[in-house]
């Protein structure tokens, strides 16, 4: 199985609600990633989680809150969001951050509307 | 972390080879070259990647320049459904993506 898994595909939610994206793998990597991208833009990494741990936040703002609870799982929580934060997210993982010789796996990403 | 520059567009009729530049001048001696596509509103797959080598696997060849500051990706016999957009990216413990190039495939 080299599959990531993203849910929801498609959210849409108010600037006051709270919702969550969870991404999932079972392939024992143990570095996760958490991309941003807007329309015709490259992705934009937010987080990296290595062995469950945060390692880097690209100074995202808090209103994005990330948890990997377990190896094959990673949270995005959302929580007052601004129109502006529309955009593709993109989970991935790989075996590690450590080697360098490996390669990373894109889940499909959850389309997220912000009204 | 390389930082890269890539042709913003490129077109390549159907079953010819495309071959996608890229520049990562800033790569670091023992950095790996990555090479990433997205196909529309889909997430980045794998293609390749060298470390100096030239590599080949079943979608594409990459010839890496002796100095490593260029690359060179090629798909030898280009179908529709690679057109994509086409990323070069190298990085320790994340990957940074550059603008990277538009492939239109056509017939």
Redesign the interface.
Known sequence: DTE?TQTPKHLVMGMTNKKSLKCEQHMGHR?M?WYKQKAKK????MF?Y?YEKL??NESVPSRFSPECPNSSLLNLHLHALQPEDSA?Y?C?SSPN??Q??T???????T?LTVV | DAKTTQPPSMDCAEGRAANLPCNHSTISG???V?WYR?IH??????II?G?KNNETNEMASLIITEDRKSSTLILPHATLRDTA?Y?CTGG?????????TRLAVHP
């Open positions: 990531v570095a990633y490259p992705p934009e990494l990296v290595s390692s880097i593709l993109l991935a951050t450590r360098r010789n390669e990373a796996f894109f889940g499909q990403g389309r | 023992n950095e790996y990555y997205q509103s889909q997430g980045p797959q794998y990647h470390l957009v990323y320790y413990n994340k990957l940074i993506f550059g603008a990277g």
